[in-house]
């Protein structure tokens, strides 16, 4: 069965403390990944695109990879606005992740 | 304003009672998607229209949810005796590529409460 896992549920860094958040699938024939970060009380937002094993995004502090099994979204030295909870999708399907809430601390 | 446009933002409905929750998609994006997002809960899957081909019903949780779209442009999703297990936030979402789903823009949502 398909599926999409993401670790961990939820993450607390300081300030400028880095760290990965790991979004991992069990899609046949996978064609790509989205990110997206959510707010709260707001719709999710599109981050990045990755089509296929190898590939890297990058957007501010972070930076997203994709292997054969799953993909990492690096944050590197996290301030607090980048708390949000974020999800990952597999391209070509209706679900989400249940996603991993990051709050980062001043 | 380009993005998408959701109404109400808030919605408070008595137990039995029908709703009518409204999308406004991107102009020109072909795809238009409904979630629902039970509070803590991931993003569950409700139906996706593009174009003009039949929808795809097949995450509406009872007959009592539906949804049209009129001109290929708005959206209404419809829930009719309302019950409290539907109280959540309905997103709605359009993207400009058609077949499968591609990047989507999300609206701010719809949150209906169901006393």
């Known amino acids: 069965e398909d599926q999409v896992t993401q670790s961990p549920e939820a993450l607390r860094l300081q300030e400028g403390e880095s760290s990965s958040l790991n979004c991992s699938y069990t899609?046949?024939?996978?064609?790509?990944l989205f990110w997206y970060r959510q707010d709260p009380g707001k719709g999710p937002e599109f981050l990045f695109t990755?089509?296929?094993a190898g590939e890297e995004k990058e957007k501010e502090r972070l930076k997203a990879t994709l292997t054969k099994k799953e993909s990492f979204l690096h944050i590197t030295a996290p301030k607090p606005e980048d708390s949000a909870t974020y999800l990952c999708?597999?391209?070509?399907?209706?679900?989400f992740g249940t996603g991993t809430s990051l709050t980062v601390i001043p | 304003g380009a993005g998408v446009s959701q109404s109400p933002s808030n919605k408070v409905t008595e137990k039995g009672k029908d709703v009518e929750l409204r999308c406004d998609p991107i102009?020109?994006?072909?795809?238009l998607y409904w979630y629902r997002q039970s509070l803590g809960q991931g993003l569950e899957f409700l139906i996706y229209?593009?174009?003009?081909?039949?929808?795809?019903k097949s995450g509406l949780p009872s007959d009592r949810f539906s949804a049209e779209r009129t001109g290929g442009s708005v959206s209404t999703l419809t829930i009719q005796r309302t019950q409290q297990e539907d109280s959540a936030v309905y997103l709605c979402?359009?993207?400009?590529?058609?077949?499968?789903?591609?990047?989507?823009?999300f609206g701010e949502g719809s949150r209906l409460t169901v006393l």
């Open positions: 979402a359009s993207s400009p590529s058609g077949g499968t789903p591609g990047e989507l823009f």
């Open positions: 899609v046949s024939g996978l064609r790509g």
């Open positions: 990755l089509y296929s």
């Open positions: 999708a597999p391209k070509g399907q209706f679900y």
């Open positions: 102009s020109g994006h072909t795809a």
């Open positions: 229209f593009q174009g003009n081909s039949a929808p795809d």
